[in-house]
């Protein structure tokens, strides 16, 4: 049985991540160096995710495909944004069924280029278009640097492809994507993430512009959650992505691509996260309810056990997700601490004096001790345990996002930027150059995030200067330290 | 538009398979050999497949789990026989992140290793097991002939792997992952697929015993369509899965894997179907009901439309899966044909006649003709849809378990067996051994199916000869030309 407890936050934070990845049983290191298991009770949070997102894709109108893991390094090469991004963290086959291959395959970093390949051949004329397509797949990319779930070299991820007929339905499906993301971390993740442009130098290998939402975790780092890029003609050009239009002419697609991966698993573990472990909403949880028995004697063993599987019934008939911890081997106190580690949302407890009463102990994850603790009778607990489950995810969300909005600052000028990044987010008047995203990069750490939608309502505004160089500014932008 | 029209079976089977998969829009060629691109509709007829076996996995106590690709070169040798079977397939990565790798990596062929390693890390006592884990992956194999869904490069599957106590526990799993592949079979795919052990020859690199389900195509070709392997203590003897049992002794689990993959797509689609092209089993059919307006003029269009969408709402609102073909650029004749090439089970027309009599025509893809259409009226038309889906559903099993019966044939002797091989299985007293097993297949092209479980009550019955060699039965076995 793993030791309970984890590193305290305030004393080394990347230490308590790793130590709650792991002892809520979520992921550990796998033989390979940078690659992970993802354990069971880790991988049905990952469906769970799966589940919100594809439902909101499907109802978007998407349609999910499957391309292939291999593709030609020649596809790489064909954009050249694209294979500069890329070509540092291929991972290369080389040998097939023995023998050296004539052209090396390239374990995908990602589909743009099989999937263009692709387009070319099913679109011929505006009819086939939009062509809305995801992608549920692992990908890999080389990296030096891994941390479980956040930076792995293999990754789980879903990728969107779409090609539309022209440059403003690209523009809106990249928007449209990048709200999805946006709804399903606030409604399910109850995380408040936010939505913004990447500036040119952090924008996607290949893409015209590409947007991102940045979530804000517990050590108010940022962590860009989700990505969606609108590609222009880029990949159209590179890959022959044409259809006839109305007309009768041949014209070069619009495409857009779009991503959410593993990383929001660490994103879940890190905006909610606290001292004793894991804290996950109850619309992702896999165990949204946990049954702890509470007995000394055989006998009242017995009757607990009855009473919680009765108890228990009506929640499981109407889906709500519960387990029963009957294991005889460690004590109550060692449950409670077992399931506050990994994160459930809401523990029921039943010992004799409550089955007396007709009633059963409900502790919420959410708010801790005491307060977080009530007695309600076991009429109507499906109604109570619902209500409930709705509250802490609401709760999760308002923690999440007043924390957020107490660590967002404007800077005026470069020095208050540098005093605000070491505990929060800045947002300044930002050019928008590399020059001035590396300057800030080197003097404090902090990367610039993105220019947010909400905070832009223009581009380029007249007289508006960057707060660092002194520049015209693009606009206004977040800088922060980042994962 | 493609054109119309497969190749009829009698006059070439497998370009009958070939046109019918690309011209149901299930899958294509990829750009790299041997690999495929599974389209939206082909992938949604595999989502199916895989939401009704995770079902059953789920609810015989299966949790999913995720393993990495990359496997170190190292772990497939450490199994002798795993590393001879699979050593000629391998598709190998030398190259990483621009440098070459001290270790090659495997792109993984299946995952018993990396899996028996983990389980070495995870498993303590007995109280760990067992451990019943599942993973859904894709999986690489260099395979020199390659067709769509059969047998491509990059397939997709699951791989349930778990570890027991003892043997008996073992053996048990594996036959009850028998039994869910068989049940999913026959009460989803429609298939009656016969479960049996295969012989020494033909079973998994470095199981004890095999089992699989063996599946008769329109052909009367066998089609391996799910496997079950005993792994003995192999796979724990090799990466060290240990438990201490309940006398605090040291003891090897006993570990089973079992896996169905993409090919079973491609056995629905040669199990059912005929010359118009696809028929898909109503249960997993992406589409079930296709809904056909009838109209001439712009007015009746609009009425015909409104009626469809009234008519409609209240089956997509109890779940059927309902398309509407409102394509303009086509006629109803072309949508008849091309809905019956994608195998929709039922057809639904509504046309101006149909709008005065207050009925729609229901027309069933298992019965061709006239025969199988009928005028319901509008009322009622779920509970009408819903019986004639599960009319389908069964009409196809009873299609398929009529056309499997009449090409089973007990064969006495050498000479009866070539000749029942030509158009069907023969079941004959068969010795087991490798030498009979090539030597029948050299003289016939027909294969070591499976000793099929129903017809082997015991094993090495007395006084029963091979019909081939003469010498001791094992069991009595099916041989049949063989995907």
Avoid at 58 to 68: D, L, V
Avoid at 296 to 308: C, G, L, N, S
Avoid at 365 to 393: A, H, M, S, Y
Wanted: charged share 25%; aromatic share 10%.
């Amino acid at each position: 049985m793993a030791s309970q407890g984890v590193t305290p936050r305030s004393e080394d934070y990347s230490r308590w991540y790793t130590d709650v990845v792991q002892k809520a049983d979520l992921a550990d290191y796998a033989p390979v160096r940078g690659c992970m298991i993802i354990k069971p009770y880790g991988y049905e949070l990952w469906e769970n995710i799966k589940g919100a997102l594809d439902k909101r894709f499907k109802e978007t109108g998407h349609k999910n495909a499957y391309f292939p893991l291999l593709i030609p390094m020649s596809f790489i090469q064909r954009e050249a944004e694209h294979v500069e991004g890329f070509a540092p963290e291929l991972a290369v086959v080389t040998i097939g069924g023995g023998k050296e291959l004539e052209e090396p395959l390239v374990v995908r970093p990602t589909s743009e280029t099989v999937i263009g390949h692709a387009f070319a051949q099913w679109i011929h004329s505006y009819r086939d278009l939009p062509l809305l397509i995801n992608q549920w797949a692992n990908v890999v990319r080389w990296e030096l640097r891994t941390r479980l779930f956040l930076r792995t070299m293999e990754f789980l991820w879903q990728e969107g492809h779409t090609a539309h007929a022209t440059a403003e339905e690209a523009q809106q499906e990249t928007l449209q994507m990048l709200e999805v993301y946006a709804d399903f971390a606030m409604n399910e993740a109850a995380i408040p993430a936010i939505m913004g442009r990447k500036s040119d130098q952090e924008k996607f290998a290949g893409a015209e512009a590409s947007y991102a939402i940045e979530a804000m975790m517990g050590n108010t780092w940022a962590l860009q959650s989700g990505t969606s890029h609108n590609l222009g003609q880029n990949f159209a050009k590179a890959f022959g992505i044409q259809f006839q239009d109305e007309n009768n002419e041949q014209q070069y697609c619009w495409t857009t691509s779009w991503g959410v991966s593993t990383r929001m698993v660490g994103a879940v573990i890190m905006a909610h996260g606290d001292d004793q472990g894991l804290r996950l909403p109850p619309r992702l949880a896999p165990i949204q309810v946990v049954a702890v028995p509470i007995y000394k004697t055989d006998e009242q063993r017995e009757v607990v056990m009855d009473t919680i599987l009765r108890v228990c019934e009506p929640l499981l008939s109407v889906g709500i997700r519960v387990h029963i911890d009957d294991r005889e081997e460690v004590t109550p106190g060692f449950k409670y601490n077992d399931w506050e580690m990994r994160g459930v949302p809401l523990r029921l407890e039943i010992g004799p004096k409550d089955i007396e009463k007709g009633s059963v102990a409900l502790a919420r994850r959410d708010i801790p001790g005491k307060e977080g603790k009530q007695f309600v009778p076991q009429d109507g607990l499906v109604g109570t345990v619902t209500r409930l489950l709705n509250d802490i995810q609401k709760n999760m969300l308002k923690q999440a996002t007043e924390f957020r909005d107490a660590h967002l600052h404007e800077a005026k000028d470069y020095d208050k930027l540098k005093k605000v990044v070491e505990d929060g987010w800045a947002l300044i008047w930002h050019c928008g150059t590399a020059e001035c995203e590396d300057k800030i990069k080197e003097d404090t750490k902090a990367s610039s995030r993105c220019f947010p939608l909400d905070k832009n309502p223009e581009w380029h505004p007249q007289g508006e200067k960057c707060a660092v160089c002194g520049k015209p500014a693009q606009g206004k932008a977040y800088f922060a330290r980042a994962y």
